[in-house]
């Protein structure tokens, strides 16, 4: 099977030497040169007409009761996108592992002649898109490649993880083939000779739980890079996951807290064991600890404020090892959730009180630790929202009810840690297999009455209706058009209308306030 796979692999490679669209490069030629001294700039991109042959094939492809607007450069890559996508989808790597999935990402890029950079935050990939225009912004967008520690179970399809215990249970897969393939049409001669400024495609590792996006950073991804890349700084940063609880042809796009922060904990519990039957001189850690869970599940009922969202979740207990012996340590994993800081400070707190008064009532020693990395909420800016909307509504012209802006999740995601960066947005786009099931059909994120059946992110069973694919294309073409069709505009006060926003997520500072928050052995 190893060399099955390694075949499969060229995949990419195969697709990377894309026909280059409609667009013949002697046209491209004549309006460049054309073009240069005195440029009229268009005030808006519009997205190009679609012939009525391929617009009739396309409106058969979603069969939706309003317009969708995929334009024809977009709509010729669907086989490749699709094929893309399956490749991914059948070799999964698991964070920090995404060795080969980084590689191909690299040589694809490379086919399209852009400037590419390896190793980046550790596994990741970054690679520029320069316009013909060096005086517009440098718009970065983000795609994640890990995939998860979960065995597939979808038989029915032929492009199944290969590998056992690993599969693309969250979508990243769908994330790599749509930037892929924003990047392979971008670079097309008729696109990139409209472009004000630079694309930085991020192809970032371990999304799921390792912070992969904070690596990224570290390692200078929103930086001006002077040699290899010959970038100036990401002014903006975008980025889309598929959402599976919303059906297809739904986005949500909202301002402000789209997903929640996240930490996870481990408190260990110690007492003093002894014989089950006599428990005078011992401090029995199964009666500490089952008190221990209880009162930290009053924190969110009884001390956060009525109007604030917040989750503290015990996931796992250990404790003891036979019936007739008194144990002496156990321990409790789980996670918190919460929208803004204070609430987070607030649940440190509480479990920091509440570990205490464990140990004064039981005669035990309690200590907390934070595991891993903890992810800020993912906070949108709402100038950047209204241009993913605006990109949205090009794609879906006669359709307002398309763009969801009051959903929000209690996931997390490491975007966050871009948009405490740079201004920018993340947004949701329905990828929902739209199926009729019996005693386990949902009622979808969108509000709508229907219930059916959800394949849920994380699941063995996760699926995506493919058809997000070219709906996350499209978007994200608009987008970056209307965003690089003009100069950067020097006293863009996009920064200043969302001050408030930035001060709110600039404040976290996820490791000192876990540091200071820590218990320590003496305590
Ligand atoms: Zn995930
Ligand atoms: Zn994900």
Same mark, same amino acid.
């Given at each position: 099977?190893?060399?099955?796979?390694?075949?499969?692999?060229?995949?990419?490679?195969?697709?990377?030497?894309?026909?280059? @669209?409609?667009?013949?490069?002697?046209?491209?030629?004549?309006?460049?040169?054309?073009?240069?001294?005195?440029?009229?700039?268009?005030?808006?991109?519009?997205?190009?007409?679609?012939?009525?042959?391929?617009?009739?094939?396309?409106?058969?492809?979603?069969?939706?009761?309003?317009?969708?607007?995929?334009?024809?450069?977009?709509?010729?890559?669907?086989?490749?996108?699709?094929?893309?996508?399956?490749?991914?989808?059948?070799?999964?790597?698991?964070?920090?592992?995404?060795?080969?999935?980084?590689?191909?990402?690299?040589?694809?890029?490379?086919?399209?002649?852009?400037?590419?950079?390896?190793? +980046?935050?550790?596994?990741?990939?970054?690679?520029?898109?320069?316009?013909?225009?060096?005086?517009?912004?440098?718009?970065?967008?983000?795609?994640?490649?890990?995939?998860?520690?979960?065995? =597939?179970?979808?038989?029915?399809?032929?492009?199944?993880?290969?590998?056992?215990?690993?599969?693309?249970?969250?979508?990243?897969?769908?994330?790599?083939?749509?930037?892929?393939? +924003?990047?392979?049409?971008?670079?097309?001669?008729?696109?990139?000779?409209?472009?004000?400024?630079?694309?930085?495609?991020?192809?970032?590792?371990?999304?799921?739980?390792?912070?992969?996006?904070?690596?990224?950073?570290?390692?200078? *991804?929103?930086?001006?890079?002077?040699?290899?890349?010959?970038?100036?700084?990401?002014?903006?940063?975008?980025?889309?996951?598929?959402?599976?609880?919303?059906?297809?042809?739904?986005? *949500?796009?909202?301002?402000?807290?789209?997903?929640?922060?996240?930490?996870?904990?481990?408190?260990?519990?110690?007492?003093?064991?002894?014989?089950?039957?006599?428990?005078?001189?011992?401090?029995?850690?199964?009666?500490?600890?089952?008190?221990?869970?209880?009162?930290?599940?009053?924190?969110?009922?009884?001390?956060?404020?009525?109007?604030?969202?917040?989750? +503290?979740?015990?996931?796992?207990?250990?404790?003891?090892?036979?019936?007739?012996?008194?144990?002496?340590?156990?321990?409790? @994993?789980?996670?918190?959730?919460?929208?803004?800081?204070? *609430?987070?400070?607030?649940?440190?707190?509480?479990?920091?009180?509440?570990?205490?008064?464990?140990?004064?009532?039981?005669?035990?020693?309690?200590? +907390? =630790?934070?595991?891993?990395?903890?992810?800020?909420?993912?906070?949108?800016?709402?100038?950047?929202?209204?241009?993913?909307?605006?990109?949205?509504?090009?794609?879906?012209?006669?359709?307002?009810?398309?763009?969801?802006?009051?959903?929000?999740?209690?996931?997390?995601?490491?975007?966050?840690?871009?948009?405490?960066?740079?201004?920018?947005?993340?947004?949701?786009?329905?990828?929902?297999?739209?199926?009729?099931?019996?005693?386990?059909?949902?009622?979808?994120?969108?509000?709508?009455?229907?219930?059916?059946?959800?394949?849920?992110?994380?699941?063995?069973?996760?699926?995506?209706?493919?058809?997000?694919?070219?709906?996350?294309?499209?978007?994200?073409?608009?987008?970056?058009?209307?965003?690089?069709?003009?100069?950067?505009?020097?006293?863009?006060?996009?920064?200043?209308?969302?001050?408030?926003?930035?001060?709110?997520?600039?404040?976290?500072?996820?490791?000192?306030?876990?540091?200071?928050?820590?218990?320590?052995?003496?305590?």
């Amino acid at each position: 099977s190893k060399s099955k796979a390694s075949t499969s692999s060229s995949t990419p490679s195969k697709a990377s030497a894309p026909p280059k @669209t409609s667009s013949p490069s002697k046209a491209a030629a004549t309006v460049v040169s054309s073009s240069r001294p005195t440029e009229s700039v268009p005030a808006h991109y519009e997205p190009e007409k679609v012939p009525m042959d391929v617009r009739q094939e396309i409106e058969k492809l979603f069969h939706t009761s309003y317009p969708i607007h995929i334009t024809k450069d977009v709509f010729d890559t669907k086989a490749d996108l699709i094929k893309l996508r399956r490749y991914f989808h059948a070799n999964p790597e698991l964070s920090w592992q995404e060795v080969q999935t980084a590689k191909n990402i690299a040589s694809y890029c490379e086919s399209l002649g852009l400037a590419t950079k390896k190793n +980046v935050g550790r596994t990741g990939v970054v690679a520029v898109l320069h316009g013909a225009h060096s005086d517009g912004e440098c718009i970065a967008l983000r795609a994640d490649m890990d995939a998860l520690p979960i065995q =597939e179970e979808n038989p029915h399809i032929k492009y199944q993880s290969r590998k056992a215990n690993v599969s693309h249970a969250c979508g990243h897969d769908c994330h790599m083939a749509i930037l892929l393939t +924003v990047a392979r049409i971008l670079s097309g001669p008729k696109y990139v000779r409209q472009l004000h400024g630079c694309v930085k495609l991020i192809f970032q590792p371990a999304e799921e739980g390792g912070g992969g996006a904070k690596f990224m950073i570290d390692d200078g *991804v929103l930086d001006a890079d002077d040699s290899q890349l010959n970038c100036p700084a990401v002014d903006q940063v975008y980025g889309l996951h598929v959402w599976s609880y919303l059906k297809l042809g739904k986005i *949500v796009a909202k301002s402000g807290a789209l997903m929640a922060g996240s930490a996870h904990f481990e408190i260990r519990v110690r007492g003093v064991g002894g014989h089950g039957a006599e428990p005078k001189g011992t401090s029995d850690t199964v009666l500490a600890i089952t008190q221990l869970c209880i009162q930290l599940h009053s924190i969110v009922s009884r001390n956060l404020s009525a109007t604030d969202c917040g989750v +503290v979740t015990v996931g796992t207990m250990r404790v003891g090892a036979a019936p007739n012996v008194i144990a002496e340590d156990g321990s409790v @994993t789980g996670t918190i959730r919460f929208l803004n800081t204070a *609430v987070f400070e607030l649940i440190q707190q509480r479990i920091q009180s509440i570990c205490r008064g464990i140990e004064l009532s039981f005669g035990v020693t309690v200590n +907390v =630790e934070y595991r891993s990395i903890p992810y800020p909420p993912t906070v949108n800016h709402a100038k950047n929202v209204q241009y993913v909307t605006d990109a949205v509504h090009k794609v879906f012209p006669a359709n307002e009810n398309v763009v969801v802006s009051n959903l929000t999740t209690m996931a997390a995601e490491d975007f966050s840690f871009y948009l405490n960066e740079r201004p920018g947005c993340y947004f949701f786009v329905g990828c929902g297999v739209d199926e009729y099931e019996g005693d386990d059909a949902k009622n979808m994120d969108d509000g709508d009455d229907k219930k059916v059946k959800i394949y849920a992110h994380h699941t063995p069973t996760f699926r995506v209706d493919e058809r997000c694919l070219l709906i996350g294309v499209q978007i994200m073409v608009n987008l970056v058009m209307e965003l690089l069709s003009k100069p950067k505009q020097v006293n863009n006060t996009a920064q200043n209308e969302d001050a408030t926003d930035m001060i709110q997520i600039n404040d976290f500072k996820p490791n000192e306030q876990i540091e200071d928050k820590m218990i320590g052995n003496d305590s």
